[in-house]
């Protein structure tokens, strides 16, 4: 199987908000390491996917939830909305958990949950903050978000 990338929003141009052009391109990054997960060829290839998957997910979601997540939640439109991406984000965890340890079945339900969230994410909650925040937001939502690792 080849590359695996998840097609990124182009009608809204929230993608050229470079916090968020960063999270969709690092979920390209994370969509990716899926093929080295799914083909592993043994346990040992299976724990260094895994691991692989989880050194890009978790600066990655630590950066959402400290950033874009934490000035978007202080709106009661978005709160529900936040608390559940951070939910999945430790759903995610644990399915990859999972899948490390060679739990059957577990990749197919890790796989479709992780899609569903970026989707979530890329085609919902990014345009939408894009419409939502203003200048002073998304300084802030710039001065909150670690650098990338």
Known sequence: MGVEVVPMCSYCGCADITV???????????INHLT??????????R????DA?????????????????????????FTDHIASLCAEHVE?????????EGEPGA???FEKL????????????????????NGDDWEEVVSLTPPRS
């Open 47 to 50: 724990s260094a996917a895994a």
């Open 20 to 30: 968020v052009g960063r999270f969709m391109a690092e979920h390209e990054d994370i």
């Open 53 to 77: 998957m989880a050194h890009a997910l978790w600066p990655h979601t630590d950066a959402e939830e400290t950033g874009l997540f934490s000035v978007l939640a202080r709106d009661e439109l």
């Open 114 to 133: 992780l899609r569903e969230h970026i989707d979530r994410e890329d085609n919902g909650l990014f345009p939408a903050s894009a419409i939502h925040l």
């Open 92 to 100: 995610i965890g644990e399915r990859l958990a999972q899948v490390r």
């Open 36 to 45: 080295a997960l799914r083909n592993a060829p043994d346990e040992a290839g």
């Open 107 to 109: 990749f197919e339900s």
